[in-house]
């Protein structure tokens, strides 16, 4: 089994900047995807940003377009950890954020895709 955990979330005023932590444990993978959805109230779950690691340690990162050049995502493997670095909030990026694991290293803009979920963290973004 694999447990994620998400940190990070919190108020921030437009222009802001927060960085959202998603801390892995138990079952390790060689070849996995790390995505981060977002879920804003009464909406479906929507695909933010992910990073895939292949066995030949090659690393691909991949956006929405309503974040690209404003988030970043990145991984500190000692730490089993995967950020989401979000640069120049908006309102409209307030969301429950979640990291979920798929077991492949082709990133996927499906939710349902993922084989493991966070329990979510909170980002408010105030006019």
């Known amino acids: 089994q694999v447990q994620l955990v998400e940190s990070g979330g919190g108020l921030v005023q437009t222009g802001g900047s927060l960085r959202l932590s998603c801390a892995a444990s138990?079952?390790?993978?060689?070849?996995?995807?790390m995505g981060w959805f977002r879920q804003a109230p009464g909406k479906e779950r929507e695909f933010v940003a992910a990073?895939?690691?292949?066995?030949?340690?090659?690393?691909?990162?991949y956006y929405a377009d309503s974040v690209k050049g404003r988030f970043t995502v990145s991984r500190d493997n000692a730490k089993n950890t995967v950020y989401l670095q979000m640069n120049s909030l908006k309102p409209e990026d307030t969301a429950v954020y979640y990291c979920?694991?798929?077991?492949?290293?082709?990133?996927?803009?499906?939710?349902?895709?993922?084989?493991?979920w966070g329990q979510g963290t909170q980002v408010t973004v105030s006019s």
């Open positions: 979920g694991l798929r077991t492949s290293d082709v990133i996927s803009r499906t939710s349902s895709l993922y084989n493991y």
């Open positions: 138990g079952r390790t993978f060689s070849t996995y995807a």
């Open positions: 990073i895939a690691f292949s066995w030949t340690d090659t690393t691909s990162t």
